[in-house]
């Protein structure tokens, strides 16, 4: 019983490690200086992103290009800085942590 409870314990704790990683991903980054989880800041709050997208088959394709290559124009006139720094793995990281709502 207590070997159940010790590899449930694991389990959950590794399901809960990517968010937490992607979180700092992004604090890392300077991603949160301009972003917000669940609100408007200069930037989209990553849950209205991940609304935006729901529905694009090609989505995470499209916000890792946009988070490597930046932008404007797609949520109003501040422009979005390219990342261009950041590693492939990590920006398509960052890209899926905010399609699936920045949780």
């Known amino acids: 019983?207590?070997?159940?409870?010790?590899?449930?314990?694991?389990?959950?704790?590794?399901?809960?490690?990517?968010?937490?990683?992607?979180?700092?991903?992004?604090?890392k980054n300077a991603c949160m200086a301009c972003h917000a989880v669940d609100k408007k800041m200069v930037g989209p709050a990553y849950q209205d992103v991940a609304k935006k997208y729901k529905d694009q088959k090609d989505a995470l394709a499209v916000v890792t290009d946009n988070i490597k290559k930046g932008g404007s124009g797609k949520w109003g006139p501040a422009p979005m800085?390219?990342?261009?720094?950041?590693?492939?793995?990590?920006?398509?990281?960052?890209?899926?942590?905010?399609?699936?709502?920045?949780k």
């Open 1 to 27: 019983m207590q070997h159940r409870l010790i590899w449930a314990a694991l389990a959950l704790s590794t399901m809960a490690a990517p968010a937490l990683a992607n979180l700092e991903l992004a604090k």
């Open 81 to 102: 800085p390219p990342q261009a720094a950041l590693s492939d793995a990590d920006a398509k990281a960052l890209a899926a942590w905010v399609l699936g709502g920045a």
